[in-house]
């Protein structure tokens, strides 16, 4: 027996009524040999881990530009993050963890240099052209840019689930909605962590009213919200927090936007960043011919201008960034003094 039909008839024994199955995909871009080893979900998790976009996000940043020490989160370290909370949520509810991991390691592939200052400044810059926003970059990643223009050739519902995974979408999973709240518990409790660890914030900082519910520190804020998470979606096509846990993360991420997010620091520390992804995009802008060669193919098949160039800055790591600007626009001399 193949391996696969094995692990397919293994899920359907052990997943829950309403988990997605593999055996039961609505397929791929493109039709090709199924593995004689894994599932399609299986494959997808691979494909993933072993591309090059995901490999560069242990240089993007997650929240602080540039930190001075080794313990803070970049975008690689986020998505491993969100990865184990989804996974242990899917377990728990018997929803299918292959997918459930696939979708959260590939939702942030497509996020820009600088994190969030690096998107809002890519959406000004193609404003003309439908604008920027890093879950439907992150699909373009998987679906074009990755390997030479031919795409990683996902299933549906991993592609569905990188693409609704921002507040704003609608996940046809479970698998997917799962990653969607996972990333909002991830990023809210280590963006906290890290800012703590910056001196932006004080553990006594944070609402009373939150700490009485959830606790001060970020393992019990996480593990409760795991827990109230699969307690309240347990037996039902749904996932979703208690009233008074789903507005405990609402005031914490609001807590954060005002506190870290849109700090002065921040907000200067952002101004730089801007200022360098402008400067490039204008740059290749006006000279397309000198991006790398894998961007060459996508304009030598006919994507326009400004999407290359959009792609090129937004698959850049921070320091590929400076390191460009740097030799764009500093006089050589300069760098020796």
């Not at 969607?180 to 609402?207: C, E, F, V, W």
């Amino acid at each position: 027996m193949e391996l696969r039909l094995f692990q397919e008839e293994l899920e359907e024994k052990m997943l829950g009524q309403y988990a997605a199955k593999s055996v039961n995909t609505k397929g791929r871009q493109k039709d090709e040999e199924k593995c004689d080893l894994r599932t399609d979900f299986q494959r997808d998790r691979d494909r993933i881990i072993h591309c090059k976009s995901f490999r560069r996000m242990k240089h993007k940043t997650q929240v602080f530009i540039s930190p001075e020490g080794d313990h803070y989160r970049t975008r690689l370290t986020h998505t491993l993050e969100v990865a184990q909370i989804a996974r242990s949520i899917a377990r728990a509810l018997r929803l299918n963890e292959d997918l459930t991991e696939a979708i959260a390691l590939g939702h942030d592939l497509g996020h820009t240099p600088f994190g969030h200052a690096g998107e809002r400044k890519l959406d000004e810059l193609c404003r003309d052209s439908g604008g920027f926003a890093h879950n439907e970059q992150s699909l373009r990643v998987v679906e074009r840019l990755e390997k030479d223009g031919r795409g990683l050739n996902l299933t549906w519902e991993v592609r569905d689930g990188i693409l609704n995974h921002r507040t704003s979408g609608s996940p046809a999973t479970l698998e997917g909605k799962i990653v969607q709240l996972s990333d909002k518990i991830a990023y809210t409790n280590h963006d906290i962590d890290d800012a703590i660890r910056a001196g932006m914030l004080r553990p006594r900082d944070i609402p009373r009213d939150i700490v009485a519910l959830i606790g001060t520190k970020s393992s019990s804020r996480i593990n409760a919200m795991i827990r109230d998470t699969i307690q309240n979606s347990m037996d039902t096509n749904d996932i979703r927090m208690s009233p008074e846990m789903k507005g405990a993360l609402g005031s914490l991420r609001s807590f954060m936007f005002r506190q870290v997010y849109a700090s002065d620091v921040a907000l200067e520390e952002h101004k730089k960043a801007e200022k360098i992804v402008g400067d490039l995009f204008d740059y290749y802008m006006e000279y397309p011919e000198e991006m790398s060669s894998e961007f060459q193919i996508l304009l030598n098949e006919g994507d326009p201008v400004r999407q290359v160039v959009c792609d090129y800055i937004a698959c850049m790591t921070d320091r590929f960034a400076v390191a460009k600007y740097n030799e764009l626009f500093i006089p050589r001399e300069w760098t020796k003094l």
